[in-house]
C-alpha cells in the first residue's frame, strides 16, 4: 500500500510540472528547455530555508514560489521580447547554469553529494490537493481572456498585439505563472523526498514535461492531465523499463505529430458542459427509440 | 598565469572553438532554411560519436578513414531523421512548432537509446598516433586539438565555396531567404531541404567523431550541442560566418576562464553573459534583426 | 473634426524608402481610400499608423494623442483597428473566440479573477460573448460561431475579421485591401457593409483597395501614393481628371475613367 502511495505523490506532482508547462508550451506555444530548473531551484530553495535557516515550512514555500518567479522575471525579461527561439535556447542555458551554480555552492547546498535531512512535510493529502488547484486554476484561465489570449499569441503574434493585446506583458504573466507553479511543486518534491541533488531535473526532463503535451494534444488540459498521469505512474509502477520507455515514448510523439498532429485528445475536455452534452444525447437517443 | 600556459590555453581554446563553430554551423544552416532550432542536431552528434567509436575501435583503424566514415554516417543520419521526422510535416504545412517539438524528440530518442543500450558504459576512443603531442618551441601542441583545428578550418572554407560557387549551394542559401519561393534556382523544395540535413549531419559527424576523441563517450554527449547553439546565438541566429567567429571566441574564453576561475563558476560566467548580451544587442555579432512582414 | 493626423511619416527599409513624407489628415466621420500601384507604399502607411512598425521619421496624432511610438496594442485601445491585406485570424479558436480577442484591452477583470474564476469574471465574460454574438450576427456569421476560421470560405473568412476588427467598437477602422479575392457580388455586399458600419456605428474608415468601384463609390476623399510619396489628393472626381495620377496610375486601368 506505501508502494502505491508513493507511486501515486509522485505521478500526482509530475503531472503538476506537465501542468506548469501546459499553459506556457501548449497555449502559447513557448519552449522552456529548462523548466526544471524552476522545479530544483523551488526544491533547493524549500530544502535550505527549512534545514540550513530553521524557517518553518509554509514559508519556505512561499520563499521557493518567489525565488523561481524571480528566476523566470532574468530569464524572461530580456528573451521574451525576442523571436521564441531566443527564448527556447536561454532557457535551455538555464537549467544547465542552475545546475552549476548549486554544485559551485557546495559548501551551502551540498554540490553533487545532494541535500539530505529536508523534513517530509508533503504527504498524499497536501499533494493532491495543491494538484487539484493546479488543475483548476489552469482549466479556469484556458476558458476567459486568458487562454484565448495564449492561443492568440501562439497563432500571430502579430495580429494579436494589432488586436489589443499586449504581446510582451501576456508572455511574461505565462511565464511567471507557469515558473510559479513549477517550483512551487519542487517545493512539495524537496518535501516529499526528503533529499535532493542538482541532476533532479536535467533538460530532457524539461523536454518530456513539454512532449507529454503534444501528445496529449496542446488544446486540451484534459489530454496532458491524462498523458502525464498515464506516462508518470507507468514508469514509476514499471522502474526497469525506465528508459526504453522513453524511447516508446518519443516514437509516439513522432507518430502523433505526423499523423494526429492535434494531439490524441484534440480539442477534447472532460467538463461539466461535456457531461451534459453526453447525458442530453443519451436522454434524447431513448426518446427517438 | 604564466604566459606560456596563457599561451597553451589559447591554444586548446581556439581548437575546442572550432569543434563549436562546426556545430554553430550544423545547427545554423538548419535553422536558415526551416527556420527553427533543430535540437536533433545533438542526436546525430551522439549517433556519431558512437559510431566513430565502434569504428576506430573494431574496424578502422587509420584516423583518416575512420573521420570520414563517421562522416559520412553523420550525412546519412542527417538525411535519415529530415525523411522521417520532419519532410512529412513539412509536406503537410505544419507550423514550426511541431518541427521543433519532433526535433527535440530525436534528440531525447537518440540519448535514452544509448542510455538503454549502454547507459553504464563509459567508451574511450584508441590512439590513432604514436605521437600524441608536439613540442613547439617549450609549448606542447595536442595532436588532437591541432587536428581539429586544421579540419574544422578546413571543412568551414569547403562549405563556404559549396555555399557559394555551386547550384546546389545558392539554391540552399536562397532558400535561407524563403524556401517557399518557388524556383529555388530550379531545385526543388525536398532535394534543398534533403541535402541541408545532409551537410547539417556530417559536420555533426565531424563534431561527433572530435568530441569522442576528446572526452568520453556517454548517452548525453549529444548535450554538449549547447555549446553550438550558444555560438549561434552570439553569432547571431541566421549568420553561419557570425557562428563561426562566436564559436572560435567561446572556446577561447571559456579554455581562459576554466585556467583563471575553474571549471564549476565557467559556465555560470558565460550563461549570464549571454542574457546580457541578449538585453544589449539581442542579434549578436553579425545577425540581422528579424522583422516580421504584415 | 480631425481624427487622425499623419505628419510627412517616412519609412525605409534597408535603404529603400517605402514611405517618404507622407501626410494626411482623416475627419472622424469620413471615408476615405489610399490608392497606388502594387509598392507603392500603402500597406507599410497602414502598419505605421497602427504600430505594427515604426516609424523612422515624421509623426501621428490620434484623438489628440501623439501616438507616434506608441506599440500596436496601445493604438488598438485608443480606438484604431484594422484588417490584413492577407487575412490574419487566429486559427487555434473559435470563429467567437477571435473576435473576443479584440475586447482584451478593455477587459475589467484580472488574473487573480481567472483563477478564481470569479463572479467578476463570469459577469463580464457574458458581456463578451453577447457583444461577440452581436459582431458576429452583423456580419451575418452567427451560424458558424463554434467553427474554427479555417472551415469557413474564404469571404466568410474575410467578414470574420471585420467582425473581429469592430469588436472593440474603433473609432479609426483601417481596412486593408477588403475586396481582395471577392466576386463582384461580393464585393457589392462588403460594400454596403462598409456603408452601413460607417452610418451605423459612425467611425471613420480608411481603405487601401485596387478596387476602383469599390472606392469610387463610397470614398469621399482619395490619396494617390507612388513610390511611397503622395501624389495626389481629393474626392473621386477631381482624382479621376487629375493629370499626375492618370499618367502614374490609372493610365494603366483604362475601366475606370
Known sequence: MIFYAKVLETTLLFTMFVL???????????????????????AYTAGLATTRFGLPIWLAMVLAVVVGMIGGLIIGAPTLKLRRDYFLLVTFGFGEMVRALLLWTAQLTGGAMGLAGIPYAAELPLIGVSTLVVVVFVANLKKTAFGRTCIAIRDDELAAQAMGVNVYAHKIKVFLLSAAIASYGGALLAFNMSFIEPNLFNWLESAKLIVIIFVGGINSVTGALITGIFYYSFGELFRFAHVWRDVLLGVLVILVIVFRTQGLFGNWEFSPAWIKSVLGRKRSGKQGA | MGSSIFVQQLINGISLGGVYAVMAVGFGIVFNVLKFSNFSHGGVVAITAYAGYYLSRNLISDFWLALAATTLIGGLAGLLVERLVFRPIRIAGKP??????????????????????????????????ERTAFNISGLIVSRTYLLMLVISAVVLIALTLFLRATKLGIAIRAASSDIYTPPLMGVNTDVVTGITF??????????????????????????????????????????????????????????????????????????????????????GIAGKPYTVKA | MELLRIEAISKNFGGVAAVADFSLSQDDAEISAIIGPNGAGKTTTFNLISGVQEVDKGQLHFAGTNITRFPSHKIQALGVSRTFQNIRLFDGLSVIDNVKIAYTSQLGYRVFDELLSTPRVRREEKLIEERAREQLSFLGLEAHAEQKPKNLAYGLRRRLELARALMSAPKLLLLDEPAAGLNPAEIRELMKTIEHIHRERKLSVIVVEHHMELVMNICSRIHVMDFGRKIAEGTPQEITRNEKVLQAYLGDMGEVC
Not at chain 1, 24 to 30: E, H, K, M, V, Y
Not at chain 2, 102 to 113: C, E, K, P, R
Not at chain 2, 248 to 258: M, P
Open chain 1, 20 to 42: 506548469s508547462v501546459y499553459m506556457l508550451s501548449g497555449l502559447t506555444g513557448l519552449f522552456s528547455l529548462g523548466h526544471g530548473a524552476f522545479i530544483t531551484l523551488g
Open chain 2, 96 to 129: 514550426l512548432t511541431y518541427f521543433f517539438v519532433n526535433s527535440i524528440t530525436v534528440a531525447m530518442i537518440v540519448q535514452q537509446f544509448f542510455s538503454a543500450m549502454w547507459g553504464a558504459h563509459y567508451f574511450s576512443y584508441p590512439d590513432f598516433f
Open chain 2, 198 to 283: 545532409l551537410i547539417a549531419g556530417m559536420l555533426a559527424g565531424i563534431t561527433g567523431f572530435f568530441l569522442g576523441m576528446t572526452y568520453t563517450v556517454t548517452p548525453f554527449i549529444g548535450s554538449m550541442m549547447i555549446k553550438g547553439i550558444i555560438a549561434a546565438i552570439i553569432g547571431g541566429m541566421g549568420s553561419l560566418a557570425g557562428g563561426v567567429i562566436a564559436g572560435i571566441l567561446l572556446g577561447v574564453v571559456e579554455a581562459l576562464l576554466i585556467a583563471e576561475v575553474g571549471s564549476s563558476v565557467t559556465p555560470i560566467i558565460i550563461y549570464l553573459g549571454i542574457v546580457l548580451l541578449l538585453l544589449v544587442r539581442p542579434r
